[in-house]
């Protein structure tokens, strides 16, 4: 066999590793499960792994002699950017959503402890929302697309947004802790969050959230329509809807797109 061969022989080899190692567990992987998921013999996924680790992307772990992947690989692909952001991943859903449905349509994406308006298509009817405009701001909690973003949250993160924007929500009159927790096991349980009516007299919405392939919440598409648009009758064909693009939009979210970091980056040059 030419050195050229060998060398072509070995990256498919290598990529299945790497990739067994993106699916073992957070604290790595043992020599012997790495050889049994890819099918070669441990001699051989020894000396990938040691090729692996001389170029930085592999480390072992030197307590448990866990292999797993390493900082400087997640750097690489961060570094690698994302070919289209969140931003214009979704914009075709919500051009299908705005039409099918005659409402405006949000994208809200999380931005700490808020959820910034990233995107909207603007329906006939003239409403007010919480985020306003594209770039608009709001605490996860506050509207239905907020609200859809943080009940979705892990739960450790989740309880660390709810102990910070307590105080802020209980800005707006009608918040406390006991109602904004039944809320979100509400959304929890139905998988949306819908008010035919809410805080803003006359406006109803409804949102669902954009789960990325780890289950995370990192946006939502939102309706924003006035209260008699949004009846019951009505209300599950719009969820369907939503819940059809949020799962289409889902996997094919880049995990190191720039726009779910900085997002306030990704609109100075955002249409209205």
């Known amino acids: 066999m030419t050195p050229s061969e060998t060398a072509t022989g070995a990256v498919p080899r290598l990529f299945a590793l790497i990739r ?11 020599v ?18 040691q090729s692996l680790m001389a170029e930085g992307v592999v480390e072992q772990d030197p307590l448990s002699k866990l292999y797993r992947l390493g900082v400087d690989f997640f750097a690489l692909a961060a570094r690698a950017g994302n070919p289209g952001d969140l ?9 299908r959503l705005c039409g099918s449905l005659g409402d405006t349509i949000f994208l809200l994406v999380r931005s700490g402890f808020d959820a910034v308006c990233l995107d909207r298509s603007e329906g006939p009817f003239p409403i007010r929302s919480f985020s306003g405009d594209i770039g608009g701001r709001i605490a996860l909690g506050v509207g239905q697309g907020a609200m859809a973003i943080l009940a979705f949250l892990p739960e450790a993160e989740r309880e660390e947004v709810i102990r910070f924007n307590l105080s802020r ?35 109803a919405g409804v949102a669902v959230p954009i789960l990325d392939r780890e289950g995370r919440a990192v946006a939502a598409l939102s309706v924003g329509t006035i209260s008699d648009r ?19 939009i889902g996997p094919k979210i ?13 609109l100075s040059g955002a249409a209205t």
């Not at 067994?20 to 043992?30: F, I, K, M, T, Y």
């Not at 931003?87 to 051009?95: D, G, H, N, S, V």
């Not at 109602?179 to 959304?187: G, P």
């Open 32 to 49: 012997t499960q790495l050889a049994k998921s890819v099918g070669l013999t441990q001699a051989t996924v020894h000396r990938l792994l």
């Open 169 to 203: 929500v209980r800005e707006y009159g009608v918040f406390d802790e006991v109602y904004l927790r039944t809320e979100i096991e509400q959304v929890r349980k139905s998988g949306y969050a819908g008010r035919n009516t809410g805080l803003l007299e006359g406006m």
């Open 254 to 266: 880049h995990p190191f797109d720039s726009t779910l970091r900085r997002p306030a980056q990704r």
């Open 87 to 95: 931003r214009t991943l979704c914009r075709p859903a919500l051009l």
């Open 20 to 30: 067994a190692l993106a699916d073992a567990p957070s604290e790595g992987s043992r």
């Open 230 to 248: 949004l009846n019951p009758e009505r209300m599950p064909t719009v969820v369907s809807l939503l819940k059809r693009e949020a799962e289409a």
